[in-house]
């Protein structure tokens, strides 16, 4: 079956510093790729997304690469902001499917951005 | 995107009793889905609530521990039956592919913070 591994947290960074959060993923056939953000005290929001290989999400400075060859979509933003402390989820959606509602997340990355 | 209410947000609840989780959607719309969070967990799917059929379950989770009722295209309600404390989670309803959209990406309602005691 489906599943997506996240790199271990809590991550902690200084302002201005740069992020990684790595996540790979196991899936039949071409699966689409989210990474979806759950700000304190608020729902799931979407992040950024990839439909097919070599696709780069980005938003909010935010950015991932759909990487086929290494089953990978690691989540990278080059300078941080205390408001981007948050939990972040990897997640797939399964391929072929007729929506991208069923969603194998990984197990989410805690991270924390002080001044 | 969709906006979706969930009622309650939280709530403490006695072993042994039932809690229905209401999701309410601003639009009409084809996929609803439910998830669980455990503490410290990711999100878990439990069902599809499919609108004039009965909900399709994933592995792990039953009808009879999780009844869900999706009487039309903007409401659904999970219930938790005969909670213990390892039903304390946080219960999301999700929907997709929003009308007049094609199959666009899940949106997540506010959760539902369950404990029981």
């Known amino acids: 079956g489906n599943s997506v591994t996240q790199m271990e947290g809590p991550v902690t960074l200084s302002e201005e510093a740069f992020l990684t959060i790595n996540c790979t993923y196991t899936?039949?056939?071409?699966?689409?790729l989210f990474w979806y953000v759950q700000y304190p005290g608020e729902g799931l929001q979407l992040l950024l997304k990839a439909t097919k290989a070599d696709d780069k999400g980005s938003n909010k400075g935010f950015e991932a690469t759909y990487r086929k060859e290494t089953t990978s979509f690691h989540l990278e933003k080059g300078s941080v902001q205390v408001s981007d402390s948050a939990v972040y989820f990897c997640a797939l959606a399964n391929a072929g499917g007729t929506s991208y509602g069923k969603l194998t997340f990984g197990q989410g990355t805690i991270l924390t951005v002080h001044p | 995107s969709a906006v979706i209410s969930q009622k309650p947000s939280r709530d403490i609840c006695q072993r042994g009793t039932s809690l229905t989780i209401q999701c309410q959607v601003d639009?009409?719309?084809?996929?609803m889905f439910w998830y669980r969070q455990q503490p410290g967990q990711s999100l878990t799917l439990i069902a599809t609530a499919n609108q004039g059929s009965e909900a399709t379950y994933e592995s792990g989770f039953v009808i009879d521990k999780f009844p869900i009722s999706r009487p039309n295209l903007t409401f659904s309600t999970l219930t938790v039956s005969n909670m213990s404390p390892e039903d304390s989670s946080i219960y999301l309803c999700s929907v997709a592919n929003l009308p007049g959209q094609g199959n666009t990406e899940a949106f997540f309602g506010q959760g539902t913070r369950l404990t029981v005691v």
């Open positions: 899936a039949t056939g071409y699966p689409s």
């Open positions: 639009s009409q719309v084809t996929m």
